[in-house]
Structures are given as C-alpha cells and as structure tokens.
C-alpha cells in the first residue's frame, strides 16, 4: 500500500483511521495510497457485495467486520477495534483525502483541540448536492444553538483520543453517530475545532445523501440526536482528554 510520508513522524505515528465501507471497491485503492505512513487503515465492512474487504486486505488495510447496517454501527465497530491513542475517521467514497488528516492529529497531539473536525468545502461539480449541503447546514444551525459551538459542518472527517471517544458512550448506530459525537463533547466541555477541507466529487453512488430520500432519513436521524437530553457536566477537577 502506498503511503503519505510526513516531516514529523515521531508526533503523527501510532494513529488508527476508520473507514466505513459499503461497497467501495472502486475507491479503496485512492483511499488507501493517501493514508499516512505509520497509521493503521480500519476499513470497517458493512455488508459490502463488491469485493471491498478483500480489496481493502490486499492493500495492506486491517478489514473488521460488522454486519449491522448503519453508518453509525460500521464507525462504532471501528473505534471499538482501534487500538492507538488516536482515532481518526475518513469516509471510504474517494470524496476525503485521508492524508488531510495530519494537522488534525497534531493538534489533538499537542492538547490545543481534543476534538478536530473538517468543514468541508466542495471541489468539483457534483460534490455536494444541493439538498444535502441544505440539510447539514439546517442540522449544523441547530447543532450551534444546542451547544454553543460555531461549527458549521457534520462532516466525516474528525480526530479524537481513542480512550475519550468511548468514555462519551455513543450508542446511535445510524447517520446520527457523527452529530452524537460532537454534542457529547460538547457537553462534556471538550475543545471542538474546525478547519476547511477540500470535498471531492464521490466515487460511485451515495449510500446517504445521493438522493433526497437518503437526505431526508439522515436528518431524521440527527433529529432524534439533537433531542437528547443535555449530559451531565464533568465532575470539578476530573480532566477531559
């Protein structure tokens, strides 16, 4: 598998990347050449009938397995595989260059953010529909009031401490999981950074957002997430990684 190298690799080493997959044969050899070099690709195989998990294998990726479909249960499976410090999440369609996520790591590294989000910026025509792009900011305007956080994107690709993520205990399994992760944090007052990222035209059909139905389940399921009750804030004194 091909890697990116970095100037600094004692401060960028030892980092997992999850990739959920449904069906991305396509995509998986860009993907998979633009991960860091000393990182561990987490392609998390979400029923795919393509040949994705053996592509993925044969590139040089760690293939996990969940067979409960949902975005949110392919990320979950993934974080619960890592075993580095720090996780990373990049969505497996071609759309995010993984090697994107290097400052992300190390700002978590160096404890200026605990939570690095990208807000994506579309590149090409086709990157990103209309209605999706409607929807995310809709959700991201009742993501800002709910948390006080001047985000202006849910998008994919994040970075966060392997160990943190779970104690937040995510439990939605659906397209909810990214915006249950940034409320938790929030609510347990974690640093929430944000920083443009090229989006690119997918490879092959969105499975979420390629179509107005798909936009409509996805904002569905956020909404029950924003809904949430506010957590609990952390106890005085105790330290938020």
């Known amino acids: 598998m091909k890697t990116v190298t970095t100037s600094s690799p004692s401060s960028t080493t030892g980092v997992d990347v999850v990739l959920p997959c ?8 860009w993907v998979l050449e633009r991960i860091p070099a000393g990182w561990t690709a987490l392609v998390v195989d979400n029923g795919s009938t393509d040949g994705s998990a053996e592509i993925a ?10 067979p409960r479909r949902g975005f949110g249960a392919a990320c979950h499976a993934g974080l ?23 400052p992300f790591v190390q700002e978590v590294s160096a404890g200026e953010a605990e939570l690095v989000l990208g807000r994506r910026r579309a590149h090409g025509r086709g990157a990103w529909p209309a209605h999706a792009r ?11 009031r709910r948390t006080g956080l001047r985000l202006h994107d849910l998008g994919p690709l994040r970075a966060a401490r392997r160990e943190a993520l779970l104690a937040l205990g995510l439990d939605d399994r659906r397209s909810g999981y990214p915006l249950q992760m940034v409320m938790r944090a929030a609510d347990a007052g974690w640093r929430v950074t944000e920083h443009d990222v090229p989006y690119l035209p997918r490879t092959g059909a969105s499975k979420v957002t390629g179509t107005w139905r ?18 609990a804030a952390p106890e005085p004194g105790r330290a938020v990684r």
């Open 80 to 102: 619960t595989a890592a075993t580095a410090d720090i996780v990373c999440f990049c969505d497996c369609d071609a759309s995010l260059d993984p090697a994107l996520l290097l």
């Open 57 to 66: 294998r044969s590139l040089g990726a760690t293939v996990v397995h969940e």
């Open 22 to 29: 449904l069906d991305e044969a396509e995509a998986l050899p």
């Open 134 to 144: 409607a929807g995310n900011l809709a959700l991201s305007w009742l993501l800002r």
């Open 214 to 231: 798909g936009t409509w389940q996805a904002v569905r399921d956020m909404s029950r997430v924003l809904a949430e009750p506010r957590a």
